[in-house]
C-alpha cells in the first residue's frame, strides 16, 4: 500500500457537515403535520397518586390527546430487564424495572406521571398546567444506610426491603491475608452523583406510514437495534416494520444507551394511535431528572500489606445506589468490584456490595460505569498504606503491578460481560515512568515543591493508575461495499456520539481497501441499513464494530483480487490496491479502477459463475471472547488558592495503553474529553438531593460543568501493548480519561495538605467542602 | 388556539428578509429552527448558560434561547448556516475547527463558531488566556476544551492569512 491510513491523524469526515450547521440532530427533523408532546412529571420523590384530573388540559384548543397510565391498557408494562445478573454464586437480584408512566405512585422526582399531546410543544407545556393530580406524600427514600435499616420506607412495599441486589466475589483467602499482615488499613469512602450532562437533552420523533404500514423513529439512542427490536416487540409489529434512527448525536456518555425509556415507549405507541408524526424533545430540567445519572456508593474497605508494601489482600465492603428501577443490572456495580483491582496483584479479594433502591432517578452507567468508584477505592488504599509505611507513593505502586510476562492475567472473579475477569495484555512500568518523566516527580518532590512552600505556595502532585475493562462483546457487524462510482459506502449497527466513527471506521477501511479515507462512506445507527448489532457502550465501537470492519474489508480486497486478477490476467499476489485502482506491481499501465471492478463485479448480462457472488461487498462480524483491558496512568500538580479553595491545575499528563492506535488525532480528543469530565466529577459536580428526594440544583447554573477557564491542557502520550484478543490489536478508549481523575485529586490534595495530614475520603470535592475538609483537620491537628 | 396576539415581523436572516406572523413569545432559537427551519443553532439548556443556540443580532453574539422572535424585528440575523460560501467553501474558523479537531459531536459548535465571529474581528491574534475567557461562555461536554483552544489559534491565523 502506498500511504497508510490507519494510524494517521486524519482530519474527520463528518466534520463540514456539523461545521456548516447541515447535520441532522433528532429535533431538526420536521413534518408535516407533526404534534408535539409535553410530560407531567411527579415534583414529590416517594407519594402515593390518589387521583389525576386532565379533564382542563383535554379541553385545552390545540390539544389532542392527554394520557395517563390507565389509559394506556396493555400496553402499560414495566420496561424490560437489560442485562440479567450475571452467572455467580448465591447472588441475590430484584428485578424492578421502570414504567412508562407512573400508576399508584411515584417513586422519584420527575418520573412521568401524563403525557399530553398537542398542536405544539408550547402549546403542550400550557396544557401540563391543567392537570391536577392529588399526592399522598410518603417519606422517602435516601440515604443508602438508613435505607437499609429496621422501619425504613420502601420504594417497594411488596419487597418488603429496599434491597436490589446482593453479590459476593472473592479470590483466595482475605482472613489469612488479615493474619498474616504486618498491616491493615481501614477506611470508609464515598462517591456521590453527578449527570452526564450530554449537551445535546433526549428526543424522539414517531412516526407511523399507514400506506407503508411501517414506523420510523429518530431517537438519541447510543443503541438503535436493540431499540427497534424492543419497540417491535412492544408495539406488535415485525422488525421489519420498524426503522430506528440514531441521527448525529450531541453526546452520549452512558445515559443514551439506558433503553426503553418512558418517552420512547410512549412516543412510539402514540404515534401509531393518533396516525401522526409526533415529537418530543427533553429540556434541561427534565434532564436532570428523567434521564439517567450514576455514581452513589459508599466503600467499608480495608487492605493488608506486608511491611514493605507488599498487598496480601483486599477487603471490600459497599452499598450501590441503585435508584427508583434498575433496568440495567448490576453493571456499574459490577464493574466497581472489578476495576478496583487495578493494575495490582492482589492475592486475597474479597468483595460484596449491596445495590439499593432509592426514591432518586435511575441509575445506569455513566462514563467510567462504576470504574471510578473501584479506582478511587484503591489508590487511597495506597496512598494510606504508603503513608503509614513511610514508602514513595510511585514505589508502592510499582512494587505491586503485575509483571509483564504474567498475562494473560486472571483475577479469578466475574466481569459485567459474564466472562472470567482476565486481563489479556498490559504493561504497566514503562507508562508510569513516562508519566513521571512528563510530570517532573522527582525535580517537583525534591526542589520545586519545597521552594514554593517555602515561598508560601500550597501546591500538590499525584500519580495513579488505573485498568480499564474495554470492548466487550457480544459482537458487531460491518458491510463494506465498493460502489460504481469506486467509491466504497460501508453501514455498521452502533450508533456514533461524537467518538469519529466516520473517520475511524474509515481509516480501517481504507488501509484494505487502498482508496483515499475520504472516499469512504460510513453509516452509522440507521437500522434499515444494517440490521444486526448491540449499541456503543463500555468503550467497545472501535474494538467490536471495528474488528468487524476489518473483517469485511479483507473479505471485500480478496474478492477485488480475485476479479482483477481474471481481468488483468495477473497472480492475485502480484497485484496492488493503491489510489482506487488495481494494478499489477510497478506497472501502473496494466490496472483497472475499483468503480470499473464494481460494475463488471454486478454484469447486466452473461452468468455470475456458481460459487460467486456479484458485486464487491461483504458483510462480517466480529466478537470478542472477552474485553480487552487498556491501562493508563494519570498525574498532576495543582495549586490551592489558600483563601477561596479554589483549584488551578498547572499541569496533566496522561499516558495511556489502549493497544494500536487507529487515529491519535481522535484519540486525543476522546482523552482530553474524558479528563474533562472526571474533572467535573471531581471537583464541581455533584447532584444535591435533600431528605425529601427533591434535587436542589437541577439546571445549568447550579450543577456546575467545567468551562474552559476550568480544564487544562493535558500532555499525553501512549504505551502500545497490542490486544490478542482481536486481529487490529485495538483496546478501547472512550472512558480512560475519565476513570482516575477522583483518586487523583484526592492524592494532590492530601500531598498539598500534608503538613496537616489531610485525607480526602470523598468525591466529588468542592472548595467548600474542601475547605470543611481541612478546617476539620486541622482542628484535630491542634488538639 | 388564540392567535390574536400575534405579530407580523420582518427580519433579515443571513441576507435573506423573512416576513412571519409569530406568537410574542416564541423564543428565537425556535423561530430560527422551527419556523424557518435553520437547524444549525441548536438548543441545550434553554436557560442561556450553555451557548449551543448563540447567533449574531446586528453583528453581536446573543443567546437565541433568552431572546423573543419579536425583538429582532427590522433586525438582522446571522447563523452558523450563514457562515461558509457554499459546502466546499468554508469560513477560515470553520476550517481552524477542522484541521485542528476542535469538534467531537458537534452539537456546541455552531454557537461556538458564532460566538468567536465578532471576538476575532475584534481580537485578530488572541492570547491563549483571552481564548479560554471568551470559551467559557460555551460548554462543550466532549472535547475538554483544548483542541478547541488550538482551532481558534489556527482560524486566527486563517483569518489573518486571508486578508494580508
Given at each position: 500500500?502506498?500511504?497508510?491510513?490507519?494510524?494517521?491523524?486524519?482530519?474527520?469526515?463528518?466534520?463540514?457537515?456539523?461545521?456548516?450547521?447541515?447535520?441532522?440532530?433528532?429535533?431538526?427533523?420536521?413534518?408535516?403535520?407533526?404534534?408535539?408532546?409535553?410530560?407531567?412529571?411527579?415534583?414529590?420523590?416517594?407519594?402515593?397518586?390518589?387521583?389525576?384530573?386532565?379533564?382542563?388540559?383535554?379541553?385545552?384548543?390545540?390539544?389532542?390527546?392527554?394520557?395517563?397510565?390507565?389509559?394506556?391498557?396493555?400496553?402499560?408494562?414495566?420496561?424490560?430487564?437489560?442485562?440479567?445478573?450475571?452467572?455467580?454464586?448465591?447472588?441475590?437480584?430484584?428485578?424492578?424495572?421502570?414504567?412508562?408512566?407512573?400508576?399508584?405512585?411515584?417513586?422519584?422526582?420527575?418520573?412521568?406521571?401524563?403525557?399530553?399531546?398537542?398542536?405544539?410543544?408550547?402549546?403542550?407545556?400550557?396544557?401540563?398546567?391543567?392537570?391536577?393530580?392529588?399526592?399522598?406524600?410518603?417519606?422517602?427514600?435516601?440515604?443508602?444506610?438508613?435505607?437499609?435499616?429496621?422501619?425504613?420506607?420502601?420504594?417497594?412495599?411488596?419487597?418488603?426491603?429496599?434491597?436490589?441486589?446482593?453479590?459476593?466475589?472473592?479470590?483466595?483467602?482475605?482472613?489469612?491475608?488479615?493474619?498474616?499482615a504486618?498491616l491493615v488499613i481501614r477506611r470508609r469512602f464515598?462517591?456521590?452523583?453527578?449527570?452526564?450532562?450530554?449537551?445535546?437533552?433526549?428526543?424522539?420523533?414517531?412516526?407511523?406510514?399507514?400506506?407503508?404500514?411501517?414506523?420510523?423513529?429518530?431517537?438519541?439512542?447510543?443503541?438503535?437495534?436493540?431499540?427497534?427490536?424492543?419497540?417491535?416487540?412492544?408495539?406488535?409489529?415485525?422488525?421489519?416494520?420498524?426503522?430506528?434512527?440514531?441521527?448525529?448525536?450531541?453526546?452520549?456518555?452512558?445515559?443514551?444507551?439506558?433503553?426503553?425509556?418512558?418517552?420512547?415507549?410512549?412516543?412510539?405507541?402514540?404515534?401509531?394511535?393518533?396516525?401522526?408524526?409526533?415529537?418530543?424533545?427533553?429540556?434541561?430540567?427534565?434532564?436532570?431528572?428523567?434521564?439517567?445519572?450514576?455514581?452513589?456508593?459508599?466503600h467499608d474497605a480495608a487492605i493488608a500489606l506486608?511491611?514493605?508494601g507488599?498487598i496480601l489482600g483486599v477487603k471490600d465492603?459497599f452499598?450501590?445506589?441503585?435508584?427508583?428501577?434498575?433496568?440495567?443490572?448490576?453493571?456499574?456495580?459490577?464493574?466497581?468490584?472489578?476495576?478496583l483491582l487495578g493494575?495490582y496483584?492482589v492475592?486475597?479479594y474479597?468483595s460484596?456490595?449491596?445495590?439499593?433502591?432509592?426514591?432518586?432517578?435511575?441509575?445506569?452507567?455513566?462514563?467510567?460505569?462504576?470504574?471510578?468508584h473501584g479506582v478511587f477505592v484503591m489508590e487511597r488504599l495506597l496512598d494510606l498504606a504508603a503513608k503509614e509505611l513511610?514508602l514513595?507513593l510511585?514505589?508502592i505502586r510499582?512494587?505491586n503491578?503485575?509483571?509483564?510476562?504474567?498475562?494473560?492475567?486472571?483475577?479469578?472473579?466475574?466481569?459485567?460481560?459474564?466472562?472470567?475477569?482476565?486481563?489479556?495484555?498490559?504493561?504497566?512500568?514503562?507508562?508510569?515512568?513516562?508519566?513521571?518523566?512528563?510530570?517532573?516527580?522527582?525535580?517537583?518532590?525534591?526542589?520545586?515543591?519545597?521552594?514554593?512552600?517555602?515561598?508560601?505556595?500550597?501546591?500538590?502532585?499525584?500519580?495513579v493508575n488505573?485498568?480499564?475493562?474495554?470492548?466487550?462483546?457480544?459482537?458487531?457487524?460491518?458491510?463494506?461495499?465498493?460502489?460504481?462510482?469506486?467509491?466504497?459506502?460501508?453501514?455498521?449497527?452502533?450508533?456514533?456520539?461524537?467518538?469519529?466513527?466516520?473517520?475511524?471506521?474509515?481509516?480501517?477501511?481504507?488501509?484494505?481497501?487502498?482508496?483515499?479515507?475520504?472516499?469512504?462512506?460510513?453509516?452509522?445507527?440507521?437500522?434499515?441499513?444494517?440490521?444486526?448489532?448491540?449499541?456503543?457502550?463500555?468503550?467497545?465501537?472501535?474494538?467490536?464494530?471495528?474488528?468487524?470492519?476489518?473483517?469485511?474489508?479483507?473479505?471485500?480486497?480478496?474478492?477485488?483480487?480475485?476479479?482483477?486478477?481474471?481481468?488483468?490476467?495477473?497472480?492475485?499476489?502480484?497485484?496492488?490496491?493503491?489510489?482506487?485502482?488495481?494494478?499489477?506491481?510497478?506497472?501502473?499501465?496494466?490496472?483497472?479502477?475499483?468503480?470499473?471492478?464494481?460494475?463488471?463485479?454486478?454484469?447486466?448480462?452473461?452468468?455470475?459463475?456458481?460459487?460467486?457472488?456479484?458485486?464487491?461487498?461483504?458483510?462480517?462480524?466480529?466478537?470478542?471472547?472477552?474485553?480487552?483491558?487498556?491501562?493508563?496512568?494519570?498525574?498532576?500538580?495543582?495549586?490551592?488558592?489558600?483563601?477561596?479553595?479554589?483549584?488551578?491545575?498547572?499541569?496533566?499528563?496522561?499516558?495511556?495503553?489502549?493497544?494500536?492506535?487507529?487515529?491519535?488525532?481522535?484519540?486525543?480528543?476522546?482523552?482530553?474529553?474524558?479528563?474533562?469530565?472526571?474533572?467535573?466529577?471531581?471537583?464541581?459536580?455533584?447532584?444535591?438531593?435533600?431528605?425529601?428526594?427533591?434535587?436542589?440544583?437541577?439546571?445549568?447554573?447550579?450543577?456546575?460543568?467545567?468551562?474552559?477557564?476550568?480544564?487544562?491542557?493535558?500532555?499525553?502520550?501512549?504505551?502500545?501493548?497490542?490486544?490478542?484478543?482481536?486481529?487490529?490489536?485495538?483496546?478501547?478508549?472512550?472512558?480512560?480519561?475519565?476513570?482516575?481523575?477522583?483518586a487523583?485529586?484526592a492524592q494532590?490534595?492530601d500531598?498539598?495538605?500534608?503538613?496537616?495530614?489531610?485525607e480526602v475520603r470523598?468525591?466529588?470535592?468542592?472548595?467548600?467542602?474542601?475547605?470543611?475538609?481541612?478546617?476539620?483537620?486541622?482542628?484535630?491537628?491542634?488538639? | 388556539?388564540?392567535?390574536?396576539?400575534?405579530?407580523?415581523?420582518?427580519?433579515?436572516?443571513?441576507?435573506?428578509?423573512?416576513?412571519?406572523?409569530?406568537?410574542?413569545?416564541?423564543?428565537?432559537?425556535?423561530?430560527?429552527?422551527?419556523?424557518?427551519?435553520?437547524?444549525?443553532?441548536?438548543?441545550?439548556?434553554?436557560?442561556?448558560?450553555?451557548?449551543?443556540?448563540?447567533?449574531?443580532?446586528?453583528?453581536?453574539?446573543?443567546?437565541?434561547?433568552?431572546?423573543?422572535?419579536?425583538?429582532?424585528?427590522?433586525?438582522?440575523?446571522?447563523?452558523?448556516?450563514?457562515?461558509?460560501?457554499?459546502?466546499?467553501?468554508?469560513?477560515?474558523?470553520?476550517?481552524?475547527?477542522?484541521?485542528?479537531?476542535?469538534?467531537?459531536?458537534?452539537?456546541?459548535?455552531?454557537?461556538?463558531?458564532?460566538?468567536?465571529?465578532?471576538?476575532?474581528?475584534?481580537?485578530?491574534?488572541?492570547?491563549?488566556?483571552?481564548?479560554?475567557?471568551?470559551?467559557?461562555?460555551?460548554?462543550?461536554?466532549?472535547?475538554?476544551?483544548?483542541?478547541?483552544?488550538?482551532?481558534?489559534?489556527?482560524?486566527?491565523?486563517?483569518?489573518?492569512?486571508?486578508?494580508?
Amino acid at each position: 500500500m502506498s500511504t497508510r491510513q490507519f494510524g494517521q491523524p486524519i482530519k474527520r469526515n463528518e466534520d463540514p457537515r456539523l461545521l456548516t450547521g447541515r447535520a441532522l440532530f433528532t429535533d431538526d427533523v420536521q413534518m408535516a403535520g407533526m404534534l408535539h408532546a409535553a410530560f407531567l412529571r411527579s415534583d414529590l420523590a416517594h407519594a402515593r397518586i390518589r387521583s389525576i384530573d386532565v379533564q382542563g388540559a383535554s379541553r385545552r384548543p390545540g390539544v389532542a390527546a392527554v394520557y395517563t397510565a390507565g389509559d394506556l391498557g396493555e400496553f402499560w408494562q414495566p420496561g424490560p430487564l437489560l442485562v440479567p445478573p450475571p452467572p455467580v454464586e448465591q447472588l441475590e437480584f430484584h428485578q424492578r424495572t421502570q414504567v412508562p408512566l407512573a400508576r399508584g405512585k411515584v417513586r422519584h422526582a420527575g418520573e412521568a406521571v401524563a403525557m399530553v399531546v398537542a398542536e405544539s410543544r408550547y402549546l403542550a407545556e400550557d396544557a401540563l398546567d391543567d392537570i391536577f393530580v392529588e399526592y399522598e406524600p410518603l417519606d422517602a427514600v435516601i440515604d443508602l444506610e438508613a435505607a437499609l435499616s429496621e422501619g425504613a420506607p420502601l420504594v417497594y412495599e411488596d419487597l418488603g426491603h429496599n434491597v436490589s441486589a446482593r453479590v459476593t466475589q472473592t479470590k483466595g483467602d482475605w482472613t489469612q491475608a488479615e493474619s498474616e499482615a504486618d498491616l491493615v488499613i481501614r477506611r470508609r469512602f464515598l462517591y456521590d452523583r453527578g449527570a452526564a450532562a450530554a449537551l445535546e437533552n433526549r428526543g424522539i420523533v414517531a412516526s407511523w406510514d399507514e400506506k407503508s404500514q411501517r414506523l420510523t423513529i429518530w431517537d438519541t439512542t447510543q443503541a438503535p437495534i436493540a431499540i427497534r427490536n424492543g419497540l417491535a416487540s412492544m408495539l406488535g409489529l415485525s422488525e421489519r416494520q420498524v426503522r430506528v434512527i440514531a441521527p448525529f448525536i450531541g453526546g452520549g456518555f452512558g445515559p443514551k444507551i439506558m433503553m426503553f425509556y418512558p418517552e420512547e415507549v410512549l412516543l412510539a405507541w402514540a404515534a401509531l394511535q393518533l396516525g401522526s408524526p409526533l415529537k418530543w424533545i427533553e429540556d434541561r430540567e427534565e434532564n436532570f431528572f428523567a434521564t439517567t445519572q450514576e455514581r452513589g456508593q459508599v466503600h467499608d474497605a480495608a487492605i493488608a500489606l506486608k511491611a514493605d508494601g507488599t498487598i496480601l489482600g483486599v477487603k471490600d465492603i459497599f452499598l450501590h445506589d441503585a435508584g427508583a428501577y434498575a433496568p440495567y443490572g448490576l453493571t456499574v456495580p459490577i464493574n466497581s468490584q472489578c476495576t478496583l483491582l487495578g493494575p495490582y496483584v492482589v492475592p486475597s479479594y474479597h468483595s460484596e456490595f449491596t445495590s439499593v433502591f432509592t426514591n432518586k432517578p435511575i441509575v445506569t452507567p455513566y462514563r467510567g460505569a462504576g470504574r471510578q468508584h473501584g479506582v478511587f477505592v484503591m489508590e487511597r488504599l495506597l496512598d494510606l498504606a504508603a503513608k503509614e509505611l513511610d514508602l514513595d507513593l510511585v514505589e508502592i505502586r510499582r512494587r505491586n503491578f503485575i509483571p509483564p510476562d504474567s498475562f494473560p492475567y486472571s483475577n479469578e472473579i466475574i466481569f459485567q460481560d459474564f466472562a472470567p475477569l482476565v486481563y489479556d495484555s498490559g504493561n504497566y512500568e514503562p507508562a508510569l515512568e513516562r508519566a513521571l518523566e512528563l510530570i517532573g516527580y522527582r525535580e517537583f518532590i525534591a526542589t520545586e515543591q519545597p521552594r514554593r512552600e517555602k515561598a508560601g505556595e500550597r501546591v500538590g502532585i499525584a500519580v495513579v493508575n488505573y485498568i480499564e475493562g474495554t470492548g466487550i462483546g457480544p459482537y458487531e457487524g460491518a458491510r463494506v461495499t465498493v460502489e460504481a462510482s469506486g467509491e466504497v459506502s460501508v453501514a455498521t449497527g452502533v450508533g456514533t456520539q461524537g467518538q469519529g466513527h466516520y473517520t475511524s471506521f474509515a481509516q480501517v477501511v481504507a488501509e484494505q481497501i487502498g482508496v483515499a479515507v475520504s472516499d469512504v462512506h460510513v453509516v452509522t445507527g440507521d437500522t434499515d441499513l444494517f440490521y444486526w448489532g448491540a449499541g456503543t457502550f463500555a468503550s467497545r465501537g472501535a474494538v467490536v464494530a471495528g474488528n468487524a470492519m476489518h473483517a469485511a474489508a479483507a473479505k471485500v480486497r480478496a474478492k477485488i483480487l480475485k476479479l482483477a486478477g481474471k481481468k488483468l490476467e495477473a497472480a492475485e499476489e502480484d497485484l496492488e490496491l493503491i489510489e482506487g485502482r488495481v494494478q499489477v506491481k510497478g506497472v501502473p499501465q496494466t490496472s483497472i479502477s475499483l468503480g470499473q471492478l464494481a460494475v463488471e463485479a454486478n454484469p447486466m448480462r452473461g452468468a455470475v459463475q456458481p460459487g460467486m457472488e456479484p458485486g464487491l461487498e461483504a458483510t462480517e462480524y466480529f466478537g470478542p471472547e472477552r474485553g480487552a483491558t487498556a491501562s493508563g496512568v494519570h498525574a498532576m500538580i495543582l495549586k490551592v488558592d489558600p483563601e477561596t479553595f479554589l483549584l488551578e491545575i498547572e499541569k496533566y499528563v496522561v499516558v495511556h495503553d489502549c493497544g494500536t492506535v487507529i487515529n491519535p488525532l481522535i484519540l486525543d480528543g476522546q482523552i482530553q474529553g474524558g479528563v474533562a469530565q472526571g474533572i467535573g466529577n471531581a471537583f464541581y459536580e455533584q447532584l444535591h438531593f435533600d431528605d425529601n428526594g427533591a434535587l436542589l440544583n437541577a439546571s445549568l447554573m447550579d450543577y456546575l460543568v467545567p468551562t474552559a477557564s476550568d480544564v487544562p491542557n493535558v500532555v499525553s502520550d501512549h504505551v502500545v501493548t497490542p490486544s490478542p484478543l482481536n486481529p487490529l490489536g485495538v483496546k478501547g478508549a472512550g472512558e480512560a480519561g475519565a476513570i482516575p481523575v477522583g483518586a487523583l485529586f484526592a492524592q494532590a490534595l492530601d500531598n498539598a495538605f500534608r503538613d496537616i495530614g489531610l485525607e480526602v475520603r470523598e468525591i466529588p470535592l468542592s472548595p467548600n467542602r474542601l475547605f470543611e475538609l481541612v478546617t476539620e483537620t486541622a482542628a484535630r491537628e491542634a488538639v | 388556539m388564540d392567535r390574536t396576539l400575534d405579530r407580523t415581523i420582518t427580519v433579515k436572516v443571513n441576507g435573506r428578509e423573512y416576513e412571519r406572523s409569530v406568537e410574542p413569545r416564541l423564543l428565537l432559537s425556535d423561530f430560527l429552527r422551527h419556523e424557518i427551519g435553520l437547524t444549525g443553532t441548536h438548543v441545550g439548556c434553554e436557560h442561556g448558560v450553555c451557548g449551543a443556540c448563540t447567533v449574531l443580532l446586528d453583528n453581536e453574539a446573543v443567546r437565541s434561547c433568552l431572546l423573543f422572535a419579536v425583538q429582532t424585528n427590522g433586525r438582522e440575523v446571522a447563523t452558523v448556516e450563514g457562515l461558509d460560501a457554499g459546502p466546499q467553501q468554508l469560513h477560515p474558523i470553520q476550517h481552524g475547527f477542522w484541521e485542528a479537531h476542535g469538534l467531537q459531536c458537534g452539537f456546541c459548535t455552531p454557537g461556538i463558531l458564532m460566538s468567536l465571529v465578532p471576538f476575532l474581528e475584534q481580537n485578530p491574534d488572541p492570547t491563549e488566556k483571552e481564548i479560554r475567557d471568551l470559551l467559557s461562555g460555551n460548554i462543550c461536554r466532549c472535547t475538554g476544551y483544548q483542541k478547541i483552544v488550538e482551532a481558534v489559534q489556527l482560524g486566527a491565523r486563517l483569518i489573518q492569512e486571508k486578508s494580508s
